[in-house]
């Protein structure tokens, strides 16, 4: 019986063993160090570090060269700007030998101003409100002329008195007896006109004013040749 069991041991069919696949194992990628290039490898186009500028000029060009070797200057080591040209009016007077500015000195500049004329403290009652009042009052101010005469340069001298004093200006004749004590600039300043055309100096002290409407109601005629 042991004889039998063993042959039908040995001689029975092996049933397949079930053996396990093989583990695979994952190894660790390998990381490759890239060192980064040297400087003069930096400007080639290999990708390294895209996204920084390049530089301009470039490092090793002639425009940065040349930059390099000019002297570092200030603003005031600058030579000085020319004079400005002189305004009308104006006398410039340079300092220095050189008359044109050249040696680089500012220009010591001087400028004539017009001598204005001096006001005088009026009399009560004798303001320029006052004298158009006066002018819309009715009163005669043209000494007692009824109509516009044609006067001549030898007639205007004869009126060249205080209390019968005419003007001529640009043209017209102006009886200035009654503005006298109203002038700001004073009696006398009005009396140098007295007699005589009065244009040119009432244009040099005031010719802003018009005297057209200050004189309307003293006006007397017109100038005309002799």
């Not at 042991?2 to 001689?11: A, D, E, P, Q, V």
């Not at 010591?108 to 819309?136: C, E, F, I, Q, R």
């Not at 006298?180 to 300043?189: A, D, I, S, T, V």
């Amino acid at each position: 019986m042991t004889s039998y069991l063993r042959s039908w041991l040995l001689g029975a069919p092996s049933e397949p063993t079930q053996t396990n696949p093989p583990v695979i194992r994952d190894e660790p990628p390998e990381i490759e160090v890239v060192e980064p290039p040297e400087e003069e490898d930096r400007n080639s186009d290999d990708g390294y570090d895209t996204d920084r500028p390049p530089a301009f000029p470039a490092l090793n060009s002639p425009q940065r060269a040349a930059t390099a070797s000019k002297p570092a200057t200030s603003n005031r080591s600058t030579g000085l700007m020319g004079p400005p040209p002189p305004r009308l009016g104006t006398q410039v007077t340079y300092l220095g030998a050189n008359a044109n500015g050249a040696n680089g000195l500012a220009p010591l500049t001087t400028t004539k101003v017009a001598k204005k004329s001096k006001k005088v403290a009026l009399a009560p009652g004798h303001s320029t409100l006052d004298w158009a009042n006066l002018k819309t009052s009715g009163t005669d101010l043209r000494g007692g002329v009824t109509s516009l005469l044609r006067v001549t340069p030898s007639m205007l001298k004869e009126h060249n008195k205080k209390d019968d004093a005419w003007t001529a200006i640009n043209g017209k004749v102006y009886n200035m007896t009654p503005y006298l004590p109203y002038h700001p600039g004073g009696e006398k300043e009005l009396m140098r006109v007295a007699g005589r055309d009065g244009t040119k100096l009432f244009a040099l002290t005031h010719a802003w004013v018009s005297a057209e409407m200050m004189m309307d109601a003293c006006m007397v005629g017109l100038m005309v040749s002799d």
